[in-house]
């Protein structure tokens, strides 16, 4: 698996970029939008000034005559300290004020106000520039007046309102960046809790993931539980087939040995009555590993719909212990049983299948002439089943290990067997609630498995 | 030959049109070579103080003093006589000189700390507010009731020609910058300044060039009534010379009050010493207490903003009065008042 970056990660990301990129474009519109407002005041204030000194403007005795108001050049003086220049001029001559201030760049039609920006002196000025015709005498004159201003306080104006705005778009960013966060968590949380429901189900569940799925995530389910629906059809169709592969085997398996007994009866030669008993013997075992193929298949399918009757435990290990009593015979193995009154709930067929492995385990492990003790104990929250044996003990692998499938002890050389036994008491064990705890005995001799069931 | 005639020409017109009248100059030696250039309005009398106070801070640098009229100051910082520290009293004269360019900016502590109608752009620095005030000859006005507004002052004139008559004095605003700055704020503030104008041209009044002048004329007892002083030389020269005989007198009415501001001109040579002069002046300025200055501290201007006795604005309405074609439109008013058969 390669991982890649977070979603989480990139959609915090992701969202606050996008918030940084707002933040800028606002700072910037509102800077600029600022700007354009303090240059339109001053425009509207020299617009007012150039007007109210063109209001002025008379004839007197057949020569253009003006007083500056007073009003303005103070109005001027509202937006900030900035340097102020005028002229006026009368049919191209000029009247008053500055005669080097720049000319405008088009004459304004009579009556309007033209706004145009030069440079004077080292400063950048904004000019207004408004015509009128006086009367002198009998010729009309053209009058031009111009009021300009150093640009400082417009500057000064929009700098101030650009630095708000600045802190403005950091706040917003940063308050941007916090929500981006909590958003990306928010919207992930789904994801994360249907994550969590699938790796918290057991290693055998295969159910459908039945949880609210949000839009996006649908098929990715439809297509997680397609999956396991496939996987356990897959499953069961193998342990179907494995089942029915065992059963097709027994079948034929016990015409062989009955065929073999009958033929070994019926020989007088040691020689062919050896060569039949290692052949029944083969038989036997190839027998019992189909039996426990079987076995391991009932366990699976009844596992997955656990039967919940009350069973009483000592009876059942009472018939269990019936049932192998001939082949510990055989070996000259004495089965004793201790057993207290104890009730539990789950199924009887998987809990005489497991006792019955258990113990086909010990009898087969366990030397001749020895005893397997089984010992039924009551805490006050389990039932303990344990099966003692004097065989050579689990070997020093881990013990756990030896609960999985086709896993056997290291020390069981030279006997037969498929390592499905402790699997299959391991899987009924735990569909029941309960553990199996695996111990050789103190001296290396001997082992004992304890099959704890909750009451 | 031509070019170089012309040339001769033009160096006699230029030395010519840049010679000065200088009223009065002064040196103070410092430890150092560097030499604070001041051009300046204030008598030295008045600023002597100021210049050794400074020296005091700066022992190494020594000072020159040149006094000069507001318009001569005007007319040399705008052909570039090379001086550091241009100090006026004609606030108009001064803010046309900053907005046109003939100032350099200086920034520092002490002017920060200046109220901001005390200062423009950093080009201008305001360090004293002075008063027009009304000085009066208290043995010439002798049983006459004191007048507290220009319509008192007004109906005083009209009805004692014969104790007024010749004998009242004010500025000529044609000579004086600081009596037309005056005279023009005081025509735009209150309608009485025509009214008052017209009776004082009916009286004969006498016109001076400077305050000085014509509270020497009160104290000697030519003159009844001086109308338009600058307020901080009157208190100067009385308490110089205190006899009971000079009246101080504010209109209550309304009255008029100037910023002596100072500027750093263009050429100036030394900006750092003249900037720490400004500094000082500028802590003077806004003293708590009056001390022993002749100059009042800003902090009087301060506590009258609230009424009408607020200093004159720093901004470019100043530049009003000084267009050529006000000038011209208000000195014939003045003159058509004040000058009459």
């Known amino acids: 698996m390669i991982v890649t970056g977070s979603i989480g990660r990139r959609l915090t990301y992701l969202l606050a970029g996008v918030a940084a990129l707002l933040s800028v474009l606002s700072w910037w519109m509102v800077s600029e939008l600022a ?12 617009a007012a000034s150039a007007t109210a000194i063109a209001e002025t403007l008379r004839s007197e005795q057949g020569e253009v005559r003006l007083e500056l108001p007073y009003s303005a050049f103070s109005m001027l003086g509202s937006i900030g300290e900035d340097k102020v220049f005028y002229r006026v001029t009368a049919d191209a001559g000029l009247l008053t004020g500055y005669a080097d201030l720049p000319a405008i760049s088009a004459p304004p039609a009579m009556g309007q106000v033209v706004f145009d920006t030069g440079s004077f002196g080292e ?23 111009t009021v300009a201003q150093t640009r400082n306080g417009v500057a000064q104006i929009s700098a101030g309102l650009s630095r708000l705005a600045a802190i403005f778009s950091v706040a917003f960013f940063m308050l941007a960046a ?20 699938v790796s918290r189900r057991g290693p055998s569940d295969l159910r459908p993931v039945e ?17 396991m629906e496939r996987l356990g059809q897959s499953i069961r169709r193998s342990e179907d087939f494995i089942a029915e592969a065992a059963h097709r085997v027994r079948t034929p398996l016990a015409t062989v040995r009955t065929q073999a007994d009958i033929a070994l009866r019926s020989v007088g030669d040691e020689t062919q009555q050896q060569r039949l008993r290692a052949m029944i013997r083969a038989v036997d075992e190839s027998s019992r590993s189909a039996g426990q193929l079987l076995d391991h298949a009932a366990v699976a399918y009844r596992t997955d719909d656990l039967a919940r009757l009350p069973i009483n435990l000592a009876d059942l290990a009472k018939q ?27 199924d009887p067929v998987l809990l005489e299948n497991a006792l019955r492995n258990v113990l086909d385990n010990a009898i087969k492990y366990s030397p001749e002439d020895t005893e397997v003790k089984i010992r039924l104990t009551k805490t006050a929250e389990d039932a303990r089943i344990s099966i003692t044996d004097q065989g050579p003990g689990l070997g020093d692998g881990p013990a756990r290990a030896l609960t999985e499938r086709f896993r056997r002890g290291n ?28 111990k050789t005995r103190d001296g290396g001799n001997g082992a004992c498995v304890t099959l704890v069931l909750p009451l | 030959m031509r070019y170089a005639c012309l040339a001769f020409v033009m160096m006699v017109w230029a030395s010519l049109s840049n010679a000065m009248v200088i009223e009065n100059q002064r040196s103070y030696e410092g430890s150092g070579d560097q030499v604070l250039r001041i051009l300046s309005t204030a008598d030295l009398e008045v600023f002597e103080p100021y210049i050794l106070a400074f020296q005091e801070r700066r022992p190494e640098l020594s000072v020159d003093y040149t006094v000069v009229s507001s318009a001569e100051l005007y007319r040399a910082i705008r052909q570039g006589a090379a001086f550091d520290l241009a100090l006026s009293s004609a606030m108009d004269l001064q803010f046309r000189l900053a907005n046109d360019g003939f100032a350099q900016s200086y920034r520092s502590d002490a002017t920060a700390a200046l109220p901001a109608w005390a200062r423009w752009r950093d080009l201008i620095f305001g360090f004293t507010a002075e008063p027009a005030v009304v000085v009066l000859s208290t043995d010439r006005l002798d049983g006459l009731e004191i007048p507290s507004t220009r319509q008192e002052l007004i109906n005083l004139l009209r009805e004692n020609p014969d104790v007024f008559g010749g004998a009242v004095g004010t500025y000529d605003v044609r000579e004086s910058g600081l009596g037309y700055l005056y ?4 025509s735009r503030a209150t309608d009485a300044y025509w009214r008052l104008t017209e009776v004082m041209g009916r009286l004969d009044p006498q016109l001076y060039c400077c305050s000085g002048e014509m509270i020497d004329d009160v104290r000697a007892g030519r003159l009844a009534l001086a109308y338009n002083v600058l307020g901080s030389y009157a208190a100067e020269r009385i308490a110089r010379y205190s006899g009971g005989r000079v009246k101080i007198l504010r209109m209550q009415d309304f009255s008029n009050v100037i910023l002596r501001t100072a500027i750093v001109p263009k050429a100036a040579q030394q900006p750092e010493a003249a900037g720490a002069m400004i500094d000082m002046l500028a802590d003077l300025g806004l003293r708590e207490k009056p001390g022993n200055w002749h100059l009042p501290p800003l902090i009087a201007a301060e506590m009258g903003r609230a009424s009408s006795f607020g200093p004159i604005r720093l901004g470019p309405a100043l530049m009003v ?17 004040m000058e009459q058969p």
């Open chain 1, 35 to 46: 700007g354009e407002a303090a240059e339109r005041t001053q425009d509207n204030v020299l």
């Open chain 1, 123 to 145: 400063e950048t000025i904004r000019m207004a520039t408004v015509s009128r015709v006086v009367l002198a005498g009998a010729e009309p004159v053209p009058v031009t007046v």
């Open chain 1, 178 to 197: 916090v929500l981006s966060a909590i958003a990306a968590r928010k919207s992930l949380k789904p994801l994360n809790e249907i994550a969590a429901a």
């Open chain 1, 211 to 227: 949880r609210d799925t949000p839009e996006e995530l649908v098929p990715l389910m439809a297509s997680l539980n397609s999956l």
């Open chain 1, 320 to 346: 269990t212990a019936a049932a192998l009593d001939a082949s510990a015979a055989m070996k000259d193995i004495s089965l004793s049983l201790e057993t207290e009154p104890v009730q539990v709930t789950g």
């Open chain 1, 411 to 438: 020390n069981t050389q030279g006997i037969v067997g498929s390592g499905l036994g402790l699997t299959i008491v391991e899987d009924v064990v735990s569909a029941h609630g309960g553990q199996v705890d695996l």
């Open chain 2, 183 to 186: 005279a023009t704020q005081e």
């Open chain 2, 321 to 337: 009065y000084l267009d050529p074609l006000n000038r011209r439109a208000f000195l014939a008013e003045w003159e058509d008042s």
